[in-house]
Every structure is written in structure tokens, then in C-alpha cells.
């Protein structure tokens, strides 16, 4: 096991803990900091392109899969397809975008494919960054 597994083992069973990971730091950022800053860019990535975005406060499945308490699921539709993620309510009126009922459905797209689906509205098939 390298320490990238030991530090990864040790945030995931501090939260089973109930310790808020947020706080955890690499000495210049947060997870929290990190989260938020997410949020803003996306943010406006979806006020860039409002004729492609959204927000809804329930999932396409509202009885099988409810809305995470206290969250509501700002996405975008890209031409690779749609990519979404959850922020906390405090924050619905950053997001001046169409609010649909449900949320589209989920297709099960990766991480990685949440990155190319955002890359692709940039139009410029030269950036291909992978993490």
C-alpha cells in the first residue's frame, strides 16, 4: 500500500466516523475551498450557456431516488451529453437558469466522462486533459 492509499483510507474512514472531510487540507486549499470553487465555475459555465442548462430541486426518480436532503442538481446539456452535479439549497439562487421539475435521468457517466462532457463546450478537440 502507497501513501496515497493510506491517506485516501484514512479520509474515507474519518468520515465514516462522522469527521467533516472538509477541512482536510493539502496546505493551500480545502476540500471545502475546492468545492466551492467548483461551484462558482459551474455556476458560470451554466450562466455562459443558459439555453443549455438547468436546475430542479428532485431527481427523474423521485420515489427510487430521492434528492439528497438539503441539495438540488444544477446540469448542463453538452454535445457529449448531459453532466450534472449537487449543491446545497443555500446556494439555488446562484444558478439564474430554467428550473425543471425532475432532473433528466441519470446515464451513469464517469468522472472522467463528466470532464469530457465539459470540455466538449469548448470546442476544441486540442485539450484533452485526463486526471
Known amino acids: 500500500m502507497d501513501y496515497i492509499d493510506i491517506v485516501n483510507n484514512l ?3 474519518l468520515k465514516k466516523d ?3 472531510a472538509k477541512k482536510i487540507s493539502d496546505m ?12 462558482i465555475l459551474f455556476a458560470l459555465v451554466c450562466k455562459a450557456y443558459p439555453d443549455l ?3 430542479s430541486k428532485k ?3 423521485e420515489v427510487n431516488d430521492p ?3 438539503g441539495d438540488f442538481v444544477a446540469g448542463i446539456k453538452t454535445p457529449k451529453g448531459i453532466t450534472t452535479f449537487h449543491f446545497k439549497l443555500e446556494y ?3 444558478f439564474q437558469i430554467k428550473e425543471l421539475d425532475n432532473a433528466p435521468e441519470y446515464d451513469g457517466y464517469t468522472v472522467e466522462e463528466a470532464l469530457e462532457r465539459l470540455t466538449s463546450l469548448l470546442d476544441n478537440t486540442k485539450f484533452k486533459k485526463t486526471i
Open 11 to 13: 479520509v474515507t474512514n
Open 18 to 20: 462522522g469527521y467533516n
Open 67 to 69: 434528492m439528497f436532503n
Open 28 to 39: 493551500r486549499h480545502t476540500f471545502e475551498m475546492l468545492y466551492y470553487q467548483r461551484m
Open 59 to 61: 431527481h427523474f426518480d
Open 53 to 55: 442548462a438547468f436546475k
Open 92 to 94: 439555488w439562487d446562484l
